[in-house]
């Protein structure tokens, strides 16, 4: 371990922090779309020199992209590798998730950042951007079945040299998105949180030197190791499995399972994922970054007081089999890798929870229902609504869940109604949590919503929705009880109608005055629903929250002896 004192160590941490996090309010106050203005689906981070490991990732960021952002740097430095050594103010762009993580909406920058001549660091910037081209507009394509129908695809490429940008590349970009000002509004706020980020570290070895800083950043892994391991040891050893199911890929009506085995031994755990689903023919593939990543940003809501470094996984073994929907190669479609990613988390949840229930949560919702609505304007100008949408936060062992909360891959927020309403022809006739939604326990789980959407444009819309958990539940944990399974409605002359793939629907064209509704599940509950307190019930009752024969079939009687 570095040699550094402890009360320098924090203020370093602290500063280089606040690097990143300021360097994230950057974006979001300069991003054209409402997706990283107003839901902050992006992120920035320090990244080490040759191995491209996190460092530091501001905390506004999204959790998944700690672990995915450190493959794309990597992925940089091997293009750096064939191409030449990089020089001070070059920036690399790409969006190929099969090489950085995620989907292809993501657009990443790389920056190399340089002191005294020599590489220090790599500063890195991620963002959603709000279309990129593809079969659908908003890029979540429910029946793509390869990569190029779901949006244009950008290797690492040098979109700046030396500090000078390559416009041809920015064209090509713009020539290949439904909403280009958007696009390149989101393209200068992330080079301007760039351009932050290096003011901002040229400060600070100013102010430290670059020997001091360096070593506060190997003090800062080798303790994040040290703290994972403390935490491992004090768990019982053991081996437990989980496993949980995908309502299907957009293609074929087929659940795919997504099973887990977790075992602890010592100050050591594997995550074994062997027995999930074969890839898919449809886009609940994810990369290997992703499913990587995603097995930290759980064993962060396990462990919440662990830093966000790259060190934490050094006591971690994550087995991803080969010719998994969980290890995905290019090209297949990997534009609904959140859906799979969450169920990735519910799995591990549910396995952690049987050694250790009192540091898990129930199951979440487990779906964004990433649901875009797109046409033409009057004038001919198109427009895209994707939108992502809560739902009920899992209970725990200290309090019932959140209700209409965003989900656990995140600390994005949902982009507020009227943001919505006054940027796209619709209106919502609906916003509301939904009754009877939580699933029971001696701490219940959290409402999820209703969300009816009015579409205003004369000339209509295309409706395309991928969501998840139309057909299995969110799960309890502790004897907890499951949540309400997702539900989708689109109004039609007849009536209300449903999709054939329950979660999953491309192309649904709705005229001026029909709506489309969600109905989002609720979070799992906690412990046995006998145990939950009457007066506790009578409240959810009197609430709203919970109809009375529900209460009744969920937790007996007696709650109508406690009302007032």
């Given at each position: 371990m570095s040699d550094i004192d402890p009360i320098t160590l924090a203020v370093l941490a602290g500063r280089m922090e606040q690097i990143a996090d300021e360097m994230d309010a950057t974006l979001f106050r300069s991003a054209f779309n409402p997706i990283i203005a107003e839901a902050h689906d992006a992120s920035h981070g320090l990244y080490h020199a040759t191995t491209g490991d996190t460092l530091v990732q501001g905390k506004s960021g999204l959790p998944i992209f700690v672990g995915v952002m450190s493959f794309a740097v990597r992925a940089v430095i091997d293009k750096v590798a064939e191409t030449g050594e990089p020089q001070n103010g070059d920036i690399w762009i790409f969006n190929d998730a099969h090489l950085g993580g995620t989907h292809l909406n993501d657009m990443r920058l790389v920056r190399p950042y340089f002191h005294e001549g020599k590489l220090f660091c790599w500063l890195a910037s991620v963002g959603h951007w709000h279309d990129l081209g593809g079969g659908a507009p908003g890029n979540y394509n429910p029946a793509a079945r390869d990569a190029f129908q779901e949006a244009f695809v950008l290797p690492p490429v040098r979109l700046s040299r030396a500090g000078e940008i390559d416009r041809g590349i920015i064209d090509i970009l713009m020539r290949n998105t439904r909403l280009p000002q958007s696009a390149e509004g989101d393209l200068n706020g992330q080079l301007g949180a760039l351009d932050l980020g290096v003011r901002r570290m040229d400060e600070l070895l100013s102010e430290y030197g670059g020997d001091t800083v360096?070593?506060?950043?190997?003090?800062?892994?080798?303790?994040?190791?040290?703290?994972?391991?403390?935490?491992?040891?004090?768990?019982?050893?053991?081996?437990?499995?989980?496993?949980?199911?995908?309502?299907?890929?957009?293609?074929?009506?087929?659940?795919?399972?997504?099973?887990?085995?977790?075992?602890?031994?010592?100050?050591?755990?594997?995550?074994?994922?062997?027995?999930?689903?074969?890839?898919?023919?449809?886009?609940?593939?994810?990369?290997?970054?992703?499913?990587?990543?995603?097995?930290?940003?759980?064993?962060?809501?396990?462990?919440?007081?662990?830093?966000?470094?790259?060190?934490?996984?050094?006591?971690?073994?994550?087995?991803?089999?080969?010719?998994?929907?969980?290890?995905?190669?290019?090209?297949?479609?990997?534009?609904?890798?959140?859906?799979?990613?969450?169920?990735?988390?519910?799995?591990?949840?549910?396995?952690?929870?049987?050694?250790?229930?009192?540091?898990?949560?129930?199951?979440?919702?487990?779906?964004?229902?990433?649901?875009?609505?797109?046409?033409?304007?009057?004038?001919?100008?198109?427009?895209?609504?994707?939108?992502?949408?809560?739902?009920?936060?899992?209970a725990s062992v200290e309090s019932d869940g959140l209700n209409h909360g965003n989900a656990p891959i995140s600390t994005a927020t949902i982009p507020p109604m009227e943001i919505l309403e006054a940027a796209y022809p619709v209106m919502f006739r609906q916003w509301a949590l939904r009754p009877d939604s939580a699933g029971a326990g001696r701490h219940r789980g959290g409402l999820g919503a209703i969300y009816e959407i009015e579409v205003l444009e004369e000339n209509g819309a295309e409706v395309f929705l991928f969501g998840e958990r139309g057909r299995f539940a969110p799960k309890g944990v502790a004897g907890g009880g499951e949540a309400a399974v997702n539900a989708f409605f689109y109004e039609t002359p007849e009536g209300w109608q449903t999709p054939a793939m329950v979660s999953k629907m491309r192309g649904l064209t709705l005229r001026q005055g029909q709506a489309v509704r969600l109905e989002t599940p609720g979070g799992g509950g906690y412990g046995s629903a006998s145990a939950r307190a009457a007066a506790d019930v009578a409240r959810d009752v009197a609430r709203g929250v919970l109809g009375a024969e529900a209460a009744d079939r969920a937790y007996g009687t007696a709650w109508r002896e406690a009302r007032t």
């Amino acid at each position: 371990m570095s040699d550094i004192d402890p009360i320098t160590l924090a203020v370093l941490a602290g500063r280089m922090e606040q690097i990143a996090d300021e360097m994230d309010a950057t974006l979001f106050r300069s991003a054209f779309n409402p997706i990283i203005a107003e839901a902050h689906d992006a992120s920035h981070g320090l990244y080490h020199a040759t191995t491209g490991d996190t460092l530091v990732q501001g905390k506004s960021g999204l959790p998944i992209f700690v672990g995915v952002m450190s493959f794309a740097v990597r992925a940089v430095i091997d293009k750096v590798a064939e191409t030449g050594e990089p020089q001070n103010g070059d920036i690399w762009i790409f969006n190929d998730a099969h090489l950085g993580g995620t989907h292809l909406n993501d657009m990443r920058l790389v920056r190399p950042y340089f002191h005294e001549g020599k590489l220090f660091c790599w500063l890195a910037s991620v963002g959603h951007w709000h279309d990129l081209g593809g079969g659908a507009p908003g890029n979540y394509n429910p029946a793509a079945r390869d990569a190029f129908q779901e949006a244009f695809v950008l290797p690492p490429v040098r979109l700046s040299r030396a500090g000078e940008i390559d416009r041809g590349i920015i064209d090509i970009l713009m020539r290949n998105t439904r909403l280009p000002q958007s696009a390149e509004g989101d393209l200068n706020g992330q080079l301007g949180a760039l351009d932050l980020g290096v003011r901002r570290m040229d400060e600070l070895l100013s102010e430290y030197g670059g020997d001091t800083v360096a070593a506060a950043l190997e003090a800062l892994s080798d303790r994040a190791d040290t703290l994972m391991r403390a935490e491992l040891t004090a768990l019982p050893d053991g081996r437990w499995e989980a496993e949980d199911f995908l309502d299907n890929d957009g293609i074929t009506d087929t659940p795919l399972p997504i099973r887990v085995a977790l075992e602890i031994s010592g100050d050591r755990m594997v995550l074994d994922f062997a027995g999930s689903a074969p890839r898919c023919e449809g886009p609940v593939n994810i990369a290997l970054p992703t499913a990587v990543a995603t097995a930290y940003v759980a064993i962060k809501h396990i462990f919440p007081a662990l830093p966000a470094n790259a060190g934490v996984m050094r006591a971690i073994d994550v087995r991803i089999p080969e010719g998994s929907l969980l290890a995905a190669e290019f090209p297949a479609p990997v534009g609904g890798y959140t859906e799979t990613i969450l169920r990735m988390i519910d799995v591990i949840f549910c396995a952690a929870s049987q050694a250790a229930p009192d540091r898990v949560v129930a199951n979440a919702y487990g779906t964004i229902n990433a649901l875009s609505l797109a046409g033409r304007r009057s004038d001919g100008r198109p427009w895209v609504m994707f939108s992502f949408y809560g739902g009920g936060h899992g209970a725990s062992v200290e309090s019932d869940g959140l209700n209409h909360g965003n989900a656990p891959i995140s600390t994005a927020t949902i982009p507020p109604m009227e943001i919505l309403e006054a940027a796209y022809p619709v209106m919502f006739r609906q916003w509301a949590l939904r009754p009877d939604s939580a699933g029971a326990g001696r701490h219940r789980g959290g409402l999820g919503a209703i969300y009816e959407i009015e579409v205003l444009e004369e000339n209509g819309a295309e409706v395309f929705l991928f969501g998840e958990r139309g057909r299995f539940a969110p799960k309890g944990v502790a004897g907890g009880g499951e949540a309400a399974v997702n539900a989708f409605f689109y109004e039609t002359p007849e009536g209300w109608q449903t999709p054939a793939m329950v979660s999953k629907m491309r192309g649904l064209t709705l005229r001026q005055g029909q709506a489309v509704r969600l109905e989002t599940p609720g979070g799992g509950g906690y412990g046995s629903a006998s145990a939950r307190a009457a007066a506790d019930v009578a409240r959810d009752v009197a609430r709203g929250v919970l109809g009375a024969e529900a209460a009744d079939r969920a937790y007996g009687t007696a709650w109508r002896e406690a009302r007032t």
